[in-house]
T-cell receptor, first 114, second 115 residues
C-alpha cells in the first residue's frame, strides 16, 4: 500500500529538549516536504527536498532542521523546541514533475512543547 | 508569492442539502493547479478534487464539484446531498505548474452537517 508514515503521532516534550519526527514514504517519490498546521493559518511549508541531499527552506523554517540522506526518509529535527512550535505537523511526498503529481500526506504528528 | 484565502471559518448545512465553500487566490502565473482537501477528525489529509488552470471545464467527483473562475481567481467547492461523513475541515490549496511541488493552503473552513 502506498503511504507516508510519520512517527510519533503524538508527542509532548519540554522546552529545549531535542526531538526528531520521522517520515518515510514507499512510493519512490523525489519530492518531500514538511508542513505545520495552526488554527486560522492553514498549513504552511517548513522545509522541502527535491531529492537526496537537496533540501531548501519553505515559508517558516526557523527553529527546524531536516536531512535527506535516503530517498525514502525525511526527518524533521527540532534541536531546541520552544512553545511556539506547538502545532500539528504533516509530512508529504509526491513525484517531482508531471501533470497530476498528487501529494500524499502522513497521518500527522501533534506536538506539544511545555 | 501566491496566497490562498478562505473567508468562511465555519459553515453548517442540513443533511441532504447543498453547501458551497468559497476560496480565492492570488497569483501572477497562468499555469497552476488548484485542490480541495478534506481533513476529518482523524487528521488525515484527503484529496477531494483537483482542477488544472488550463482546463475551462469545472472538475466534478461524484457529489463534489467546483466552480472555477480563472479571471476572478475564484475556486469554490460545492457539496451536493450533504452527508454526515462530509463533516470535516476543508482546505483549498494552490500549486504552481512550474518548479517545486509546494502547496499553498488557505486557512480552512470547518463544515458541520446537521442531521
Amino acid at each position: 500500500e502506498a503511504q507516508v508514515t510519520q512517527n510519533p503521532r503524538y508527542l509532548i516534550t519540554v522546552t529545549g529538549k531535542k526531538l526528531t519526527v520521522t517520515c518515510s514514504q514507499n512510493m519512490n517519490h523525489e519530492y518531500m516536504s514538511w508542513y505545520r498546521q495552526d488554527p486560522g493559518l492553514g498549513l504552511r511549508q517548513i522545509y522541502y527536498s527535491m531529492n537526496v541531499e537537496v533540501t531548501d527552506k519553505g515559508d517558516v523554517p526557523e527553529g527546524y532542521k531536516v536531512s535527506r540522506k535516503e530517498k525514502r526518509n525525511f526527518p524533521l529535527i527540532l534541536e531546541s523546541p520552544s512553545p511556539n512550535q506547538t502545532s500539528l505537523y504533516f509530512c508529504a511526498s509526491s513525484r517531482r514533475t508531471g501533470l497530476n503529481t498528487e501529494a500524499f500526506f502522513g497521518q500527522g504528528t501533534r506536538l506539544t512543547v511545555v | 508569492a501566491q496566497t490562498v484565502t478562505q473567508s468562511q471559518p465555519e459553515m453548517s448545512v442540513q443533511e441532504a442539502e447543498t453547501v458551497t465553500l468559497s476560496c480565492t487566490y492570488d497569483t501572477s502565473e497562468s499555469d497552476y493547479y488548484l485542490f480541495w482537501y478534506k481533513q476529518p477528525p482523524s487528521r488525515q489529509m484527503i484529496l477531494v478534487i483537483r482542477q488544472e488552470a488550463y482546463k475551462q471545464q469545472n472538475a466534478t467527483e461524484n457529489r463534489f464539484s467546483v466552480n472555477f473562475q480563472k479571471a476572478a481567481k475564484s475556486f469554490s467547492l460545492k457539496i451536493s446531498d450533504s452527508q454526515l461523513g462530509d463533516a470535516a475541515m476543508y482546505f483549498c490549496a494552490y500549486r504552481s505548474a512550474q518548479g517545486a511541488q509546494k502547496l499553498v493552503f488557505g486557512q480552512g473552513t470547518r463544515l458541520t452537517i446537521n442531521p
